[in-house]
T-cell receptor, first 116, second 114 residues
Framework: DSGVTQTPKHLITATGQRVTLRCSPR?????VYWYQQSLDQGLQFLIQ???????AKGNILERFSAQQFPDLHSELNLSSLELGDSALYFC???????????????FGAGSRLTVL | QQQVKQSPQSLIVQKGGISIINCAYE??????FPWYQQFPGKGPALLIA?????SEKKEGRFTISFNKSAKQFSLHIMDSQPGDSATYFC?????????????FGKGTLLTVNP
């Protein structure tokens, strides 16, 4: 157990729908990162929050949004879902606000989203 | 633009053999190169990492070899075991000021046969 908790583990939904993925970071970690993993694109960074504020943005679609709450848990909202959004979504956490050799990422087990 | 190219996509090795996974990068400003190991149903976990001023780093059976002039780095798993069967990702970190970008390779599925 990495200490990063993601729910749900699996989610099946239809095109056009909206889903919310939840992440609780490891105790003491202030940063939360969201990644999308697909077979053809590998691990793609979506967005990072540090202590409630957006810290860095990657290849996140406008249909997707995220936030980090005062208790440091984070939610990733995916709307107007398309077939191509089917993927594994990982949350990672770290202590500090910038990835470095001293500030490594700890990943959760992921949420598998299937859009039918 | 894929800045970190990883090969092979998949690799099958016999127990006791050496597994070698290669990565090539383009941006010479990358300043940290971690490798992640991912077991089925789990998230990636940091395995070993190296900085570009070091040519080799060894941790147990895992070794990173780094060739700065060729802009390549590789993971060697000595005495490979069935328990090493997993997907391995190389990555490269670019840092500037308070900003950063961590780019992953597309992964290598390693299967170690008993």
């Amino acid at each position: 157990d990495s200490g990063v908790t993601q729910t749900p583990k699996h989610l099946i939904t239809a095109t056009g729908q909206r889903v919310t993925l939840r992440c609780s970071p490891r105790s003491g970690d202030l940063s939360v990162y969201w990644y999308q993993q697909s077979l053809d694109q590998g691990l793609q960074f979506l967005i990072q929050y540090y202590n409630g504020e957006e810290r860095a943005k990657g290849n996140i679609l406008e249909r997707f949004s995220a936030q980090q709450f005062p208790d440091l848990h984070s939610e990733l909202n995916l709307s107007s879902l398309e077939l191509g959004d089917s993927a594994l979504y990982f949350c990672a956490s770290s202590v500090a606000g910038r990835v470095s050799g001293a500030n490594v990422l700890t990943f959760g087990a992921g949420s598998r989203l299937t859009v039918l | 633009q894929q800045q970190v190219k990883q090969s092979p996509q998949s690799l099958i090795v016999q127990k006791g053999g050496i597994s070698i996974i290669n990565c090539a990068y383009e941006n010479t400003a990358f300043d940290y190169f971690p490798w992640y190991q991912q077991f089925p149903g789990k998230g990636p976990a940091l395995l070993i990492a190296i900085r570009p001023d070091v040519s080799e780093k060894k941790e147990g059976r895992f070794t990173i070899s780094f060739n700065k002039s060729a802009k390549q780095f590789s993971l060697h798993i000595m005495d490979s075991q069935p328990g090493d069967s997993a997907t391995y990702f190389c990555a490269a970190l670019l840092s500037w000021g308070s900003n950063y970008k961590l780019t992953f390779g597309k992964g290598t599925l390693l299967t170690v046969n008993p």
